[in-house]
């Protein structure tokens, strides 16, 4: 043991000569009054380093149990709430900080990490309605670490396929391309919080480092910043200065908008409609509660933006408020790249193109590990027929969350946008046998179906998509658009008759796609003009389609282009 005479601090780790906190030199033994801080303990120095550590569960006899954060009231639930998200901080910064200490550390050679996949930690309280802290702290690491460009993070999307005890970490690190693994549990009891991490260097097994907080201060957060600052300064990784600053930011002093931003995203990355909208709901409570929340607004910003493109709401008014949450993260924070993703996407609907290319690039700068936006800037390149760009944005966003589906769907959608159709139905394919309950692989793997002739493949694929469950008047328009090229023209034009009486939001940009398909251009042509006076988000695929190319030789199709930048 080691200990800084200057401010007391204790080093498990004999490696270290300086301490990292004011850089006085350390000297043996244990400091007397040590301050009550958790260390990072780098047993890759030492020879008899233990493999990976289990992770035991803090003895619940010491606390009072409690059912869930949302029975806190009156000042000791405020404390409680103070008390997690200081730990919540404490927990993240020393960990980034641990992470650098060790490539600093071991600087260059076969040591350094320059990969890691987080796992979900798992939530040790025995109460299923804390598996959004559990599942949030572990987000919120990969969301720090991802901000080091040095580093590759696997995204959520990926990593979070691998939970439960006696999990192979070798495999899953040679599975999701890294090296490191980070594992960790979390229990929560009463007013105190204990969270136990530990870091795994896969390639040989061997513990690179293990934390635990346990902690019944009543406000840790002055101390979260002290270490978030510290591991920041400490990095020494070539980090730009906006990369230092954005590592270090707090996001908000207030606990409970911090959970309602962890209980937001926890149901928006479930999916479903019904999710969505109670993420949505979340998100609204949350920047009540702290109206300076920058991460908050951006996070509704991008729910309102999700809801208006599946039509599930108005698209005008919930394009407006997400514009107007979007503009309000941008006056708190510039330097988000939530808020910048979430422009993007509000700038192509409004057919702002350099717009939105502007602000994916910046969100990319702010966080080259993030595969969401790698997967947006890929759908925008493919809409300005930007093919090889495009594929390269959609192939790095799998490299960083290969097992997504929703990733693979993407660079599908892109093959088959690039006019790449036998590329895009193995993709397909893959993803089916993968799961074959999702019905968006059928419903775009029958786009490059109709595209190819094959209809009858096509009209199977789309048929299947319906039968798992997507009921949208899109799969309709396609599939009668497939029907027509079968020669089953009655089947596409009673189709038409049902989406021209129905009550359920029909896109006239969508459905001009079935006139043209059945030889009558004057009513594509009448409800495209609609759909540009309607602004309709359709309008967005006009160049790039397959779907449109019965229309392409008809100057009314140029103008059009024109009138939404796409010429």
Request: net charge negative; with cysteine; hydrophobic share 35%.
């Amino acid at each position: 043991m080691k200990h800084c005479p200057e401010c007391n601090r204790n080093y498990a780790d004999p490696t270290l000569s300086f301490c990292l906190q004011d850089g006085a030199p350390l000297i043996y033994g244990s400091a007397v009054d040590e301050p009550e801080t958790a260390v990072f303990h780098d047993t890759n120095a030492s020879e008899e380093a233990p493999t990976r550590a289990q992770i035991h569960t803090t003895n619940g006899a010491e606390f009072e149990r409690r059912t869930g954060p949302d029975e806190v009231s009156g000042n000791k639930g405020r404390r409680s709430q103070m008390q997690l998200l200081a730990v919540v901080g404490l927990f993240v910064a020393v960990t980034v900080g641990g992470f650098a200490a060790y490539w600093y550390f071991n600087p260059g050679g076969t040591g350094q990490i320059n990969s890691v996949a987080v796992l979900p930690f798992e939530n040790g309280s025995g109460d299923p309605n804390l598996d959004y802290l559990s599942d949030g702290l572990s987000e919120t690491l990969i969301d720090k670490l991802s901000e080091l460009p040095q580093l590759k993070v696997i995204a959520r999307n990926s990593s979070f396929k691998y939970r439960g005890a006696d999990l192979d970490l070798k495999d899953i690190a040679n599975k999701l391309g890294v090296r490191a693994i980070v594992t960790g549990k979390v229990v929560r009891l009463g007013d105190n919080l204990n969270v136990r991490v530990e870091m795994i260097d896969a390639a040989d097994n061997r513990q690179l480092g293990s934390e635990q907080y346990n902690r019944k201060a009543s406000d840790l957060i002055s101390v979260k910043q002290e270490i978030a600052q510290t591991a920041s300064n400490k990095l020494r990784l070539k980090l730009s200065g906006s990369q230092e600053q954005q590592l270090s930011k707090p996001g908000t002093a207030d606990p409970m908008a911090y959970e309602l931003v962890l209980k937001g995203k926890f149901y928006d990355n479930r999916g479903g409609t019904e999710n969505r909208k109670r993420a949505n709901e979340y998100f609204q409570q949350a920047v009540a509660e702290d109206p300076s929340y920058a991460l908050a607004y951006a996070e509704l910003a991008d729910s309102y933006s999700g809801m208006a493109a599946s039509s599930e709401v108005d698209q005008k008014e919930y394009l407006s408020k997400a514009e107007n949450a979007a503009r309000r993260a941008m006056e708190l924070d510039e330097n988000l790249p939530d808020t910048h993703k979430a422009l993007g996407f509000l700038a192509i609907h409004a057919w702002k193109w350099t717009s939105a290319e502007q602000h994916f690039k910046r969100a990319l700068e702010l966080n080259p590990n993030w595969p969401d936006v790698h997967r947006s800037y890929a759908a925008f390149l493919s809409r300005m027929c930007r093919h090889d760009e495009a594929i390269a944005e959609a192939t790095r966003a799998k490299e960083l969350d290969p097992l997504s589906l929703e990733t693979n769907r993407g660079l599908g959608y892109r093959l088959y946008q690039a006019r790449r159709y036998d590329e895009a139905i193995d993709v397909f394919k893959k993803i089916i046998e993968t799961d074959p309950n999702y019905d968006a692989a059928f419903g775009i793997m029958a786009y490059a179906y109709t595209a190819k002739g094959q209809f009858k493949e096509a009209i199977n694929a789309y048929q299947e998509a319906i039968r798992l469950g997507d009921k949208s008047t899109s799969v309709q328009i396609y599939l009668g658009e497939a029907y027509v090229g079968n020669g089953e023209r009655e089947k596409a034009q009673a189709i038409l008759k049902q989406l021209q009486t129905t009550k359920e939001y029909v896109s006239p940009g969508e459905i001009a796609i079935l006139y043209a398909a059945l030889g009558d251009k004057e009513g594509a042509f009448a409800s495209l003009n609609k759909a540009y006076q309607e602004h309709d988000l359709q309008l967005q695929f006009l160049k790039v389609d397959p779907s449109y190319d019965r229309l392409r030789d008809d100057p009314r199709f140029g103008e059009l282009l024109k009138k939404i930048g796409l010429a």
